[in-house]
């Protein structure tokens, strides 16, 4: 199971959530508020960020996930570097770890190896780092997340739907206007989010895709298509 699936509720259980909630779930928007949000929760010291980073090393798996998930929360030297090597392991739960670890500090200096675990044969770990490139919000990895957004899997092209709105630009807005067509509902709704948060009143494409998700077949992408069509 993918690290990134654990963290998010199923659909059933997000039948109540306003369209403003639908589109701000746990993660995403905006990257610095969440980080903030991690960093306060967690409050690492030097003593315990040293105790993580030697459980980066530890022989238990579990262990190595949880040292991971922490320090994505610290902003030392080591700590990076040690998230970098686990980012080489051989077991793709160990990199999911590790590379949302590294999306969640802002590390922009590890862009080109999240963009490299993008191209993984491994789902989740594909899924993981098209996310942290989203979180990283650097336009060099574009055409990775342009990449990621034609995946066979339905949970990577998502989660690129989403990457794209927070890296933002022309080439990406014309990539969300499509995906806004996706067979998924799931990617048609992270399609709405994302070009709802790119906000381009001046472009009347965006609207009218908007406009006609707020007819979708799904009951959810509508509800959220409308809202953000009013936001116009």
């Known amino acids: 199971m993918s690290l990134g699936k654990?963290?998010?509720?199923?659909v059933a259980a997000q039948t109540r959530e306003s369209p403003a909630e639908r589109c701000s779930w746990e993660?995403?928007?905006?990257?610095?508020?969440?980080?903030?949000?991690?960093?306060?929760?967690?409050?690492?010291?030097?003593?315990?960020?040293?105790?993580m980073v030697a459980l980066t090393h530890s022989g238990d798996k579990n262990n190595r996930i949880l040292a991971a998930e922490r320090l994505g929360a610290a902003q030392d030297a080591a700590s990076l570097q040690a998230l970098v090597n686990m980012a080489g392991d051989r077991d793709p739960m160990i990199q999911e770890a590790a590379v949302r670890a590294l999306g969640r500090r802002g590390a922009t200096s590890t862009t080109p190896i999240v963009m490299r675990l993008?191209?993984?044969?491994?789902?989740h770990l594909r899924q993981g780092a098209v996310w942290a490139l989203g979180q990283l919000q650097d336009r060099s990895a574009l055409d990775a997340?342009?990449?990621a957004s034609r995946d066979t899997s339905k949970h990577v092209r998502?989660?690129?739907?989403?990457?794209?709105?927070?890296?933002?630009?022309?080439?990406a807005s014309a990539r969300m206007k499509e995906l806004a067509?996706?067979?998924n509902p799931q990617v048609r709704l992270a399609a709405v989010c994302s070009l709802e948060m790119i906000h381009d009143?001046?472009?009347?494409?965006?609207?009218?895709?908007?406009?006609?998700?707020?007819?979708?077949?799904?009951?959810?992408?509508?509800?959220?298509a409308r809202w953000a069509t009013a936001r116009f």
């Open 118 to 123: 993008a191209s993984s044969p491994n789902s």
């Open 145 to 147: 997340v342009m990449i």
């Open 27 to 51: 993660g995403w928007l905006p990257p610095a508020a969440g980080r903030e949000r991690v960093r306060n929760s967690t409050r690492l010291d030097a003593a315990t960020v040293s105790r």
């Open 181 to 183: 067509q996706d067979a």
């Open 158 to 171: 998502n989660d690129a739907t989403w990457a794209l709105g927070l890296i933002g630009g022309p080439r």
């Open 6 to 10: 654990l963290r998010r509720a199923p």
């Open 201 to 224: 009143a001046k472009d009347p494409q965006v609207r009218a895709t908007l406009s006609r998700l707020s007819s979708d077949p799904d009951p959810i992408v509508r509800e959220v």
